[in-house]
């Protein structure tokens, strides 16, 4: 809500921007109600809470500075603990989740 309201933050697939702050906000609210929610693993990182199935990818999310920062779980570790480099992650590998997969795209 925060870029929505401070950086004109906003998805096509919400339809057309309103021009008045209180019904982008109502209508971000409600698009956002049906997103995956992200699970928090450490500062800000995040797995979604679905699929509800082993793999899922890793965010990095500060607002709407969104990158992954993993694979699944195990890759992400590897990297939070310097045993693998930020340019090593496998991108195709990367399950696709709902709205999330969109942001970074």
Do not use: C
């Amino acid at each position: 809500m925060f870029d929505v309201e401070n950086n004109n933050f906003w998805l096509k697939s919400w339809g057309e921007k309103p021009s008045g702050l209180e019904d982008k906000l109502l209508i971000a609210k409600k698009q956002m109600e049906a997103v995956p929610k992200l699970i928090p693993i450490m500062g800000h990182r995040y797995i979604p809470s679905e699929p509800n199935e082993t793999g899922n990818p890793i965010y990095s999310v500060y607002q709407m500075d969104i990158i992954i920062y993993g694979e699944n779980l195990w890759e992400y570790f590897e990297l939070e603990f310097r045993k693998k480099q930020y340019s090593d992650i496998e991108f195709y590998l990367i399950k696709e989740v709902l709205f999330w997969h969109d942001i970074i795209a």
